[in-house]
T-cell receptor, first 116, second 111 residues
Framework: GAGVSQSPRYKVAKRGQDVALRCDPISGHVSLFWYQQALGQGPEFLTYFQNEAQLDKSGLPSDRFFAERPEGSVSTLKIQRTQQEDSAVYLC??????????????FGDGTRLSIL | EDKVVQSPLSLVVHEGDTVTLNCSYEVTNFRSLLWYKQEKKAPTFLFMLTSSGIEKKSGRLSSILDKKELFSILNITATQTGDSAIYLCAVLIQGAQKLVFGQGTRLTINP
């Protein structure tokens, strides 16, 4: 598609359940990023892929968070044993950038996750 | 710790006014600074600034970067109600590829 596509748009889960959030980047974009945006805050970096390689996962808040991009295209962010503090909008972004040159990251609409 | 600070956090003006949004940063390894507009959905890209003193312009919006004083401004002239949004400033960290965002400025344009 023309832009970054994320699904589902909204997800409600009970505390303790596992969730999986999907991101379809812009076709041909090598780099893929996940961010977490709490209400009233700017997005915070979670993790970064270049093709299928996860090059930076320094922003993942705990070992309950896991991301993968097995074929270098679609990515999934999984959160195990969800907690209330996981409630946020999860944004995915992609860029052509491969580590050289400056290209902006383009964002999807996000998945709004609510943990009850 | 890398930090990006935006001011003001909130701004309410009348249609037709000119606004200036501020962004200052302290980061270990600066590569470029980006501005995004966020309405109810995805942040949409506005500008990327890498060099000091060169103004980027798109219609009524313009932005400039000062790498010596470590700040950027985003100007919007002749504001319209459709400019109401959260404006996010972010710094791209060299090597790390990640964006470090400020808290955003919520701009409201009243008719």
């Amino acid at each position: 598609g023309a832009g970054v596509s994320q699904s589902p748009r909204y997800k409600v889960a009970k505390r303790g359940q596992d969730v999986a959030l999907r991101c379809d980047p812009i076709s041909g974009h090598v780099s893929l990023f996940w961010y977490q945006q709490a209400l009233g805050q700017g997005p915070e970096f979670l993790t970064y892929f270049q093709n299928e390689a996860q090059l930076d996962k320094s922003g993942l808040p705990s070992d309950r968070f896991f991301a993968e991009r097995p074929e270098g295209s679609v990515s999934t962010l999984k959160i195990q044993r969800t907690q209330q503090e996981d409630s946020a909008v999860y944004l995915c972004a992609s860029s052509i950038q491969t580590g050289v040159g400056n290209q902006p990251q383009h964002f999807g609409d996000g998945t709004r996750l609510s943990i009850l | 710790e890398d930090k990006v600070v935006q001011s003001p956090l909130s701004l309410v003006v009348h249609e037709g006014d000119t606004v200036t949004l501020n962004c200052s940063y302290e980061v270990t390894n600066f590569r470029s600074l980006l501005w995004y507009k966020q309405e109810k959905k995805a942040p949409t890209f506005l500008f990327m600034l890498t060099s000091s003193g060169i103004e980027k312009k798109s219609g009524r919006l313009s932005s400039i970067l000062d790498k010596k004083e470590l700040f950027s401004i985003l100007n919007i002239t002749a504001t319209q109600t459709g400019d109401s949004a959260i404006y996010l400033c972010a710094v791209l960290i060299q090597g790390a590829q990640k964006l470090v965002f400020g808290q955003g400025t919520r701009l409201t344009i009243n008719p």
